[in-house]
């Protein structure tokens, strides 16, 4: 009974070794597989990484293109501003001058309505 006993034994050992054995393999196996969808995820995230990378790099170079539009415009903006303003001046220098004509035109009718009224009263002496 002894050896029947040692046989079973045995037997059950070399059994629960080759289950243990599968189930080794087989978890390889599943780790393997499961290593080898996380690659592909990891490529397929790099990849989406590398586009939205490159269109980061496109939306920068537009962003810089319109900052360059701005400055431009707000330089354009600041000169005609300058320009406006030099052009009031000018044009209140303007008004001031014909304003002071108009003043000059007015003594000028005066002193020629007086100096008529005298030759007409020296002409009525005659």
Same mark, same amino acid.
């Given at each position: 009974m002894s050896t029947l006993l040692i046989v079973v034994i045995v037997v059950a050992a070399l059994v629960l070794v080759v289950l243990a054995s599968r189930a080794a393999r087989r978890a390889s196996a599943r780790r393997r597989v499961e290593r080898e969808r996380l690659t592909e995820r990891a490529g397929a995230h790099r990849d989406e990484a590398q586009a939205h990378a490159a269109k980061a790099s496109? =939306? *920068? /170079? $537009?962003?810089?293109?319109?900052?360059?539009k701005a400055a431009a415009?707000?330089?354009? !903006?600041?000169?005609?501003? +300058? =320009? *406006? /303003? $030099?052009?009031?001046?000018?044009?209140?220098?303007?008004?001031?001058?014909?304003?002071? !004509?108009?003043?000059?035109? +007015?003594?000028e009718r005066e002193r020629a309505t007086a100096h008529g009224l005298k030759a007409d009263e020296i002409n009525d002496e005659l």
């Open positions: 496109e =939306l *920068a /170079e $537009q962003e810089q293109a319109a900052r360059t415009a707000e330089e354009d !903006a600041a000169r005609l501003a +300058r =320009l *406006a /303003e $030099q052009k009031r001046d000018r044009a209140r220098q303007l008004d001031e001058e014909s304003d002071a !004509a108009s003043e000059r035109v +007015r003594r």
